[in-house]
């Protein structure tokens, strides 16, 4: 006689236990050192650039603080490898012109290390000046007023004035430190002057051109 048996449910294999890491430091983080790339990424000494903090070897660091003008503005969680290095990038954007000073805190559980303060000097966060033109060779009162920024920090906005008075509001794409243009028709004007300025602005403030004059003959 055959005997049966009731089939048995798979066993189900552990996961081996995988250990936290852990990091060598006996001590407090080896000192950073910090760097810059204004000026570097686009030429530009404008408001929006990168401070890098390295710990180039020796005890490591889990936590990282920066400080600008004394402000706490950046932490960061760290993966401590003792005694290997460790770099922690801050993005900063949108700074007015002026220095900046800046410091590091590096931390563990043994304590906190400073590095030494780096300054940033901004020049350059105003959008670059822009130039204007019109095409009125016949002096009729129908033309176009061309705005060119040739090289520089970008504005975001350009503005056309017309004896003082806002006619014109057009958005720009920032694209620094690459050339930015625009152009605004002008129709059925009478005889008569007309001054126009063109205006850029950025998240920093603004720059006008020149004042141009259009003389309307006919």
Known sequence: MKSWSMPQPPVEESEPEIEP???TAVSKPAKPAISNDNGWDNGV???TFHVVTNLWWGENARVYKLYENDVLIDTQLLTAHTPGA???TTIITNRQNGTYKYYAELSNDF???RSDLHEVTVSQALPAKPVIASDNWDGDG???VRM???WGTNGTTFNLYENNILIHTQNLADTTPAAQSAEKPVTNKAVGDYVYQAELVNAAGSTRSDVMTVHVTK
């Open 148 to 150: 060119d920024m040739w």
């Open 142 to 144: 129908n033309y176009t």
């Open 111 to 113: 304590g906190t290390t």
């Open 45 to 47: 000494l404008d408001g």
């Open 21 to 23: 890491p852990t990091d």
């Open 86 to 88: 460790q770099t922690i």
